[in-house]
Every structure is written in C-alpha cells, then in structure tokens.
C-alpha cells in the first residue's frame, strides 16, 4: 500500500490530522509541517479533491539516513523511481535541509536528480531521455540526517488554489488557512458565521463551502492526473464521489462585511465563482455599524496588521471597535492577527490563543468562546 505525506503550515497539524482520519486512511501520525498515511493509490485522487486545510499531498518513495553524499546517491538509486517515472517523463528536485550534515541544498538536489537518472537509465536502457510527457516534482527533504524522497502529487499550485479567486486584494488569507481557521471554532452550518473584515471573501466562502460539505479541489487539476498509473476511471470516480456528498438543501446563514467597497464587490465576485454566493450576504459597512442578526453566532476575522515598529492607532482602534461590536457573551469570536497588544485593544483577555503562520508573519489566534445554545452539546475544537 501506498504511503502519502499531506504537508501542513506550522501549527494545523492537528486540523490536517482529523481530516485525513476523516477520509479513513490508514497509520495516520502527525509530524512537524506533515500528516503522514498509508491508502490505496486512490487517495492520491479523493486527498487531492478533498483536503482543506493541506498545503500538498506528496507520494513517499522512501526515507533513510544520509551522512554523506555517496550514501544519499546510492540510497536514492535504490529507490522504485522507474515504477513511477515513464520512460518520457519530465522531472525536476528540489530540496531542504535543517539540521544535517548535508546542508548544500543545491548539491543535495543534483545528487538525487543524478541518483534518479540513473535508476531510469537501468530500466528503460537508454541514455538519453525526451521529458516530454507527464511532470513529476521530486522533493528531498533532510531533517537531522533523514532524508525523506517524495513525488509531488498536487502539481505548480498548492491545495490553497481552489481556482474560484480570480483576483484578491494585498495579502490575502490562503484558501488553506481559512479553512483551518473555522475548523478550530465551535461553529457549524446550524449557526451564523460571520467575517466583519472580509476583505476578498476568503472566510465566508471556505465557511460556504463546508456547510455545503463541497469538496475544496473540485474545481481543478493536478500533477498526477496524467500519470499512467492512476486511470481516468479513478478520477471520475472521486469526483462523482464528492460531487454526491454537496449538501445542496443546505441553508447555512452566512454574513460578510467590509468598510471598503471595492473588497466587497471582489468578494462577491469570487463567491459567485464558487457557487456559494447565494447563501452569504456581503456587505459595504465600518466594523463600528455591524449590528449582530441574533444571539449564539460565531464571528471569524483576519483583520488588518502588519510587522510594525510601533503600534498602528486606525488599528488599535478598528480592534477596539470590534470588541465592543462582540461584547455580546453568547457569541463565540476568533482573531488571527500578529498585533501581540490585541487583547488590551479587544478589551478583554482570550480563552486561548494558538501560534500559526499566515505566510510568513508570526501570528496568534485569539479563541473568545461565548455561551454554547441552549440544547446543544459543545461541538468538536474551539479551544485548545
């Protein structure tokens, strides 16, 4: 059988985890930046078209310890490459390492490219290849002296590009994130969600669209759609799959509000292009006017920061704003931002808050957990 690593950002392993035991896969174990799992190659398919929260889905061909360049070069040879890449097939390396003896990234990588050609030179019996047909992304990844050899399954665009964000504003929420971030709140499709600062609509459209449990890579392709070894059959049969599970009787109450009109016009645009757009109510208005529809909402925001030498006043006060709107005690409220004075301008302390990675900025996530509705049992994160 088979072994995967779906990839994550730093501190949503744990939401990757829960979605890969979701799909049933075998011999699932959490790693710094990975979930790895044994399946059928049919995963390469159904984890492609259905993860939110990962960033790729790679197949791994092997792992072992490599101390010297000899050692990675004959250990990577060993390595079933042949039964993977056809005799036509494109292939590049690219590399990491941290913590290991082999730190030269740009030889690691040559190394393994010619450790490769080797092995295919031995199956195929020629000397020279065409690399006209399918790609495959080789990745070596050395940590502490463990060299890990995966195929990229995914393709050029991370799992974050489900293809209906046409154009966005200046450093938008990955898709990826968005998802993870509503995956640690206590909302489902029963309550309202809300995004007071929804800029180009990220949050409400992945909210959108696990209420309407679509699968997240319907939409588009990946690299190993064209590989011999996994059939057209697969795909339609994967796709057809997550096609059955959308919930179209679903009536999830979704709100999007943002002060600038140009984003909220963006924002409809791309819900319309996710075919979400008839069950979220977009909005030109100040954080200020918002007025809560009901009690026992969840409200999810990426408001506005920055890496900054002093604090940002028009900020501070935007983050004021927004915990006078949220001083209701029913409503459950979730913040990332890297503003660590958030909590002094919010007005309150959070329940939790959790270190995440939006790009490249060192973020928190602060967890406001409000009242749980009456009759109801707490639902599944939240705090942690």
Not at 175 to 195: G, H, V
Not at 346 to 368: S, V
Request: with cysteine; aromatic share 10%; net charge positive.
């Amino acid at each position: 059988m088979p072994s995967f690593i779906a990839t994550a950002a730093f501190g949503l392993e744990a939401v990757v985890k829960r979605e890969v035991a979701k799909l049933g896969y075998a011999n699932i174990a959490a790693l710094d930046g990975r979930v790895d799992f044994d399946a059928e190659l049919s995963a390469a398919a159904e984890a492609n078209i259905r993860l939110r929260s990962a960033s790729r889905v790679l197949l791994k061909i092997g792992a072992f310890e490599a101390l010297t360049f000899d050692s990675l070069f004959e250990q990577t040879k060993a390595l079933p490459w042949d039964e993977w890449i056809t005799v036509d097939g494109k292939f590049t390396v690219t590399g990491k390492s941290v913590r290991s003896a082999l730190f030269s990234v740009p030889d690691v990588q040559s190394i393994v490219k010619k450790a490769v050609v080797e092995k295919l030179k031995q199956k195929y019996k020629v000397n020279w290849f065409a690399e006209t047909g399918s790609e495959y992304t080789i990745q070596v990844s050395l940590l502490k002296d463990t060299a890990t050899l995966t195929i990229d399954t995914t393709g050029t665009h991370g799992l974050h590009r489900r293809g209906y964000r046409q154009k966005a504003l200046l450093a938008p929420l990955r898709e990826t994130l968005a998802a993870a971030l509503i995956d640690l709140t206590y909302w489902n499709r029963a309550r309202i969600f809300l995004d007071p600062c929804c800029g180009s609509g990220t949050l409400p459209i992945e909210a959108a669209l696990i209420a309407k449990n679509i699968a997240p890579g319907l939409s588009r392709s990946f690299a190993c759609e064209k590989w011999p070894q996994i059939s057209p059959r697969t795909w339609k049969d994967a796709r057809a799959s997550a096609y059955a599970d959308i919930l179209t009787d679903a009536e999830p109450e979704i709100y999007g509000s943002d002060i600038d009109p140009g984003a909220v016009e963006l924002a409809r645009a791309n819900a319309e292009a996710a075919g979400v757009d008839d069950c979220i109510r977009f909005e030109t208005r100040p954080l200020s006017r918002i007025a809560l529809p009901r009690d026992y909402g969840v409200a999810v925001a990426n408001p506005p920061y920055g890496e900054r030498l002093g604090r940002d006043k028009e900020v501070e006060q935007l983050y004021g704003e927004m915990g006078r709107v949220f001083k209701n005690k029913t409503w459950s409220v979730y913040v990332l931002t890297a503003d660590e004075f958030f909590e002094s301008s919010f007005g309150r302390k959070a329940n939790a808050k959790r270190k995440l990675f939006n790009g490249m900025i060192k973020t928190d996530y602060y967890q406001y957990v409000g009242e749980k509705p009456k009759g109801q049992a707490g639902q599944r994160r939240g705090v942690s």
